[in-house]
């Protein structure tokens, strides 16, 4: 993302939280045209190479305006290429686990890589967590057992969703990807202007993308819509995944994200009433409980009071 500057007037709160809000709830709906267009036999390969491939060229265009140079900064460039390599594989491990269990439920599971990050800063020699951070970590442990429905899921025989553990995993898998994303970008690419970091990262994973679906890897990771449905799906994920993400970057600057933050994780609340609307995804009253849950521990984990 790009860095904030001081030069760069802030918008009102009120502003900054709708526009925040908006984007979360256009990050839902692009995971909510995931599943449908993976429904109607969409690869998840294909869905990821459209979503990158389309965001970088509007990245690229934006950066070729704004005339600046996508040098990096000596002993980075590895870093770089880990930091893409890991942005891919939690879209991928996100995309999967979309496609096989409700999205809301994915969603959750995947936006739990606040806590993650504070457990990964600490293990490799950052600041222990608080006695706050701990309860709140607790708190979402305690809600996504609710959320998921463990104790009934460890009772059934699996027929119900067969999918369903490789899909939480999947959805966890995300969120430790993304995890050490964040630990490479604010401990080793911190000197890595946030528009070049931007571009790059897009860049190595439609790359990776096309390398994956090239090679083999996902027999029908690059299989295409069968209907107009599927084509209506692909073309929704790739316009409101690419306009959140633009409007994210050239807007960020503005936002104060350190005090705003929080409002990111309206994401899995829109998602939980896009899937209830769009595609019957239901979830019980504990699920509901668990959800909520989960959401109020992780935006007390991230809010930080402003300064």
Same mark, same amino acid.
């Given at each position: 993302?790009?860095?904030?500057?001081?030069?760069? %007037?802030?918008?009102?709160?009120?502003?900054?939280?709708?526009?925040?809000?908006?984007?979360?709830?256009?990050?839902?709906?692009?995971?909510?045209?995931?599943?449908?267009?993976?429904?109607?036999?969409?690869?998840?390969?294909?869905?990821?190479?459209?979503?990158?491939?389309?965001?970088?060229?509007?990245?690229?265009?934006?950066?070729?305006?704004?005339?600046?140079?996508?040098?990096?900064?000596?002993?980075?460039?590895?870093?770089?290429?880990?930091?893409?390599?890991?942005?891919?594989?939690?879209?991928?491990?996100?995309?999967?686990?979309?496609?096989?269990? %409700?999205?809301?439920?994915?969603?959750?599971?995947?936006?739990?890589? %606040?806590?993650?990050?504070?457990?990964?800063?600490?293990?490799?020699?950052?600041?222990?967590?608080?006695?706050?951070?701990?309860?709140?970590?607790?708190?979402?442990?305690?809600?996504?057992?609710?959320?998921?429905?463990?104790?009934?899921?460890?009772?059934?025989?699996?027929?119900?969703?067969?999918?369903?553990?490789?899909?939480?995993?999947?959805?966890?898998?995300?969120?430790?990807?993304?995890?050490?994303?964040?630990?490479?970008?604010?401990?080793?690419?911190?000197?890595?202007?946030?528009?070049?970091?931007?571009?790059?990262?897009?860049?190595?994973?439609?790359?990776?993308?096309?390398?994956?679906?090239?090679?083999?890897?996902?027999?029908?990771?690059?299989?295409?819509?069968?209907?107009?449905?599927?084509?209506?799906?692909?073309?929704?994920?790739?316009?409101?995944?690419?306009?959140?993400?633009?409007?994210?970057?050239?807007?960020?600057?503005?936002?104060?994200?350190?005090?705003?933050?929080?409002?990111?994780?309206?994401?899995?609340?829109?998602?939980?009433?896009?899937?209830?609307?769009?595609?019957?995804?239901?979830?019980?009253?504990?699920?509901?409980?668990?959800?909520?849950?989960?959401?109020?521990?992780?935006?007390?984990?991230?809010?930080?009071?402003?300064?």
């Amino acid at each position: 993302m790009a860095v904030p500057s001081s030069a760069v %007037p802030l918008f009102p709160r009120k502003l900054a939280i709708a526009l925040l809000a908006l984007l979360a709830c256009s990050f839902a709906g692009n995971h909510i045209a995931a599943r449908i267009a993976f429904d109607d036999g969409t690869g998840v390969l294909l869905a990821i190479l459209c979503r990158s491939g389309i965001t970088l060229l509007v990245l690229a265009c934006l950066l070729l305006w704004q005339r600046q140079a996508l040098g990096l900064p000596a002993g980075t460039r590895h870093w770089q290429l880990l930091l893409g390599l890991l942005i891919a594989t939690q879209s991928l491990c996100l995309y999967s686990a979309v496609a096989r269990i %409700p999205v809301a439920l994915a969603l959750l599971v995947g936006n739990t890589f %606040p806590m993650l990050l504070a457990l990964l800063t600490w293990a490799l020699g950052g600041a222990r967590p608080t006695g706050r951070t701990v309860l709140f970590m607790g708190l979402i442990l305690c809600g996504l057992v609710l959320a998921l429905d463990v104790p009934a899921r460890l009772a059934d025989s699996g027929t119900a969703n067969p999918h369903w553990a490789l899909g939480v995993g999947l959805a966890f898998g995300a969120a430790c990807a993304f995890a050490c994303a964040l630990w490479i970008t604010d401990h080793k690419l911190a000197s890595v202007r946030g528009p070049v970091r931007s571009l790059l990262t897009l860049l190595i994973v439609f790359s990776s993308m096309l390398v994956a679906g090239a090679s083999g890897v996902m027999p029908s990771g690059l299989s295409l819509p069968g209907s107009s449905a599927g084509w209506v799906a692909l073309a929704s994920l790739v316009v409101l995944y690419g306009l959140a993400f633009t409007l994210l970057f050239v807007c960020v600057p503005r936002l104060n994200m350190a005090q705003n933050a929080p409002v990111m994780n309206v994401e899995p609340i829109a998602t939980l009433l896009l899937g209830w609307a769009l595609l019957d995804q239901q979830l019980g009253n504990l699920q509901l409980l668990g959800g909520a849950v989960v959401v109020c521990g992780i935006v007390l984990l991230t809010y930080r009071r402003a300064s």
